[in-house]
């Protein structure tokens, strides 16, 4: 697993250098404090599962921005971002299967972002705002359950891509000629089920979605 993320993350990153040699491309870096929490959708008599509380990880990656016109900007890149999902799980007394009570998840995901942000005029000399909207494709490149459990965990394995809806607003700061500082604040909301098998049958298939409010923070040059 590690060898295809780095395969996956060199492959990507030679693409990503050689469509930014173009003049209306500018290629830069970024790092996003992420929030992240889990939707769950579970219908079943004998248990209950519960999101168990969000978790802060610390995002980084590179952005390729290629200017389409003076208002608007295809935006893309490679993206790292760790995750953890929690789970609460209350079984029924009378449920013959034992679980634990808690559980933890640990994902990582390599993301590709396709959006397109819309930019004002100036708001003040060197600065515009701007908003952003799209889809983005998260590959999975590492997973592992937490390895103090006692009983079997629940989920077997995640899926290994997750879509989610991109939605986002920030500005950008013109502090030379070729560089540019930007802060954005985006909200990623899962659109498919990342559970892809689990250890135990249920009632109904186990449903989770991944959403995360990312704090970004970069440069562009």
């Not at 579970?42 to 969000?54: E, F, K, P, Y």
């Not at 295809?74 to 790292?80: C, K, M, N, R």
């Not at 006692?150 to 995640?158: L, R």
Request: aromatic share 10%; hydrophobic share 45%.
């Amino acid at each position: 697993m590690r060898k295809l993320f780095f395969l996956t993350s060199l492959l990507v990153l030679i693409s990503l250098q050689t469509l930014a040699q173009g003049s209306n491309f500018k290629l830069g870096i970024k790092v996003a404090p992420v929030i992240h929490s889990t939707r769950i959708l579970l219908d079943d008599q004998t248990v209950a599962i519960t999101n168990d509380g969000s978790n802060t990880k610390l995002s980084f990656g590179l952005v390729v921005d290629k200017s389409l016109t003076d208002s608007y900007v295809f935006s893309t890149g490679l993206i790292y971002i760790p995750k953890e999902v929690m789970i609460d799980i209350a079984p029924d007394a009378a449920n013959p299967i034992v679980f634990n009570n808690l559980e933890s998840y640990k994902l990582q995901y390599l993301q590709i972002p396709l959006t397109l942000k819309l930019f004002t005029n100036e708001i003040k000399p060197d600065v515009r705002a701007f908003f952003q909207l799209g889809m983005a494709l998260d590959i999975k490149v590492y997973e592992e359950a937490d390895l103090t459990l006692v009983e079997p965990e629940v989920i077997a394995q995640f899926q290994p891509i997750n879509i989610p809806v991109v939605l986002g607003g920030g500005f950008e700061y013109n502090l030379g000629i070729n560089t540019v500082f930007f802060g954005e604040v985006s909200y990623h909301r899962g659109l498919n089920n990342i559970v892809k098998t689990t250890n135990v049958s249920f009632e109904q298939d186990l449903e989770m979605r991944s959403t995360i409010l990312s704090i970004d923070l970069g440069i562009k040059f």
